[in-house]
């Protein structure tokens, strides 16, 4: 199962961006969409992720500004974000966990992303 990302660029302080994730492949069903993000020097951490069940949960240093939602019919997963701030600067990522169509399971990444808040 393959995951791409889209939507990144540079954005100034207190803008909004909407970066968007797609699975494709032998694909079941997916449990878990997620997005991360690693600042550099840093570790890796949940921005927010959305189960098939419509929970979620979100990284308590973006809580209250990002949304996350899913178009299940196109294995797609939005991560909207807005009063975006420079310490939001950094390598999104996103992971999709599921089951393949041979019922095996995956736990795939995408190549990642950059999202750069600047003035």
């Known amino acids: 199962v393959q995951v791409v990302e889209s939507g990144g660029g540079s954005v100034r302080p207190g803008h909004s961006l909407v970066l968007s994730c797609t699975a494709s492949g032998s694909i079941f069903s997916i449990n878990d969409f997620a997005w991360y993000r690693q600042a550099p020097g840093k570790q890796r951490e949940l921005v927010a992720i959305?189960?098939?069940?419509?929970?979620?949960n979100f990284g308590d240093s973006v809580t209250g500004r990002v949304t996350i939602s899913r178009v299940n019919a196109e294995n797609t997963v939005y991560l909207g974000m807005s009063r975006l701030k420079p310490e939001d600067t950094a390598v999104y990522y996103c992971?999709?966990?599921?089951?393949?169509?041979?019922?095996?399971?995956?736990?795939?990444w995408g190549q990642g992303i950059q999202v750069t808040v600047s003035s």
């Open positions: 992971n999709a966990k599921g089951n393949e169509s041979n019922r095996k399971t995956f736990d795939s």
């Open positions: 959305r189960a098939s069940d419509g929970s979620t």
